[in-house]
């Protein structure tokens, strides 16, 4: 059983230093996902403490078919998405972004420094970075994403497409 793995047993039997320990282990990485999804960096880590007081609560329920850092992931994008709905910023009406029925041309897009699209992605409606950062960094298929969001998989494919469109013309127009 691996380090994390034991610690979970000794919080399970109620164990505050274990709990403080897995914690530590895992608390910069969860504040990272939480700050892809939600970019004021207080709320960020708000969601983040609430996603573990949760982790915490539900202990019980972990059942090492994953690990336990993918099984606190989940519950911290869970987190921080019922932060988003309760901001009701989620999702993103067509309308509320015009021009985003062009394509853009694959030739005319050069890569950027990885700095422009962190700065053009905090621009993003938070619908739309929500959806392009689940399943751009954190690897989720559309189909598990609009289970977690409680969306048709349709629109998490268009708002995937504007997000992205979005994104280009964002890191275009800083030039």
């Given at each position: 059983?691996?380090?994390?793995?034991?610690?979970?047993?000794?919080?399970?039997?109620?164990?505050?230093?274990?709990?403080?320990?897995?914690?530590?282990?895992?608390?910069?990485?969860?504040?990272?996902?939480?700050?892809?999804?939600?970019?004021?960096?207080?709320?960020?880590?708000?969601?983040?403490?609430?996603?573990?007081?949760?982790a915490f609560d539900k202990l019980d329920t972990f059942?090492?078919?994953?690990?336990?850092?993918?099984?606190?992931?989940?519950?911290?994008?869970?987190?921080?998405?019922?932060?988003?709905?309760?901001?009701?910023?989620?999702?993103?009406?067509?309308?509320?972004?015009?021009?985003?029925?062009?394509?853009?041309?694959?030739?005319?897009?050069?890569?950027?420094?990885?700095?422009?699209?962190?700065?053009?992605?905090?621009?993003?409606?938070?619908?739309?970075?929500?959806?392009?950062?689940?399943?751009?960094?954190?690897?989720?298929?559309?189909?598990e994403i609009a289970e977690m969001l409680g969306i048709?998989?349709?629109?998490?494919?268009?708002?995937?497409?504007?997000?992205?469109?979005?994104?280009?013309?964002?890191?275009?127009?800083?030039?």
């Open positions: 059983m691996d380090i994390s793995g034991q610690l979970v047993e000794l919080c399970r039997r109620g164990d505050s230093k274990a709990q403080f320990e897995l914690y530590r282990l895992y608390a910069s990485a969860m504040f990272s996902v939480s700050c892809r999804i939600i970019p004021d960096k207080m709320e960020a880590e708000d969601a983040m403490q609430e996603a573990f007081f949760k059942r090492n078919e994953v690990t336990f850092g993918a099984w606190l992931k989940r519950i911290v994008v869970n987190t921080c998405i019922d932060h988003l709905k309760r901001k009701r910023l989620l999702t993103v009406s067509i309308d509320d972004t015009p021009g985003l029925s062009a394509k853009p041309n694959d030739d005319d897009y050069s890569p950027e420094s990885v700095e422009e699209v962190k700065v053009a992605m905090q621009k993003l409606p938070d619908g739309y970075r929500l959806v392009l950062t689940l399943h751009l960094v954190d690897g989720y298929e559309y189909e048709a998989q349709s629109t998490v494919r268009s708002q995937f497409v504007r997000a992205k469109q979005r994104l280009i013309e964002l890191v275009k127009n800083r030039k």
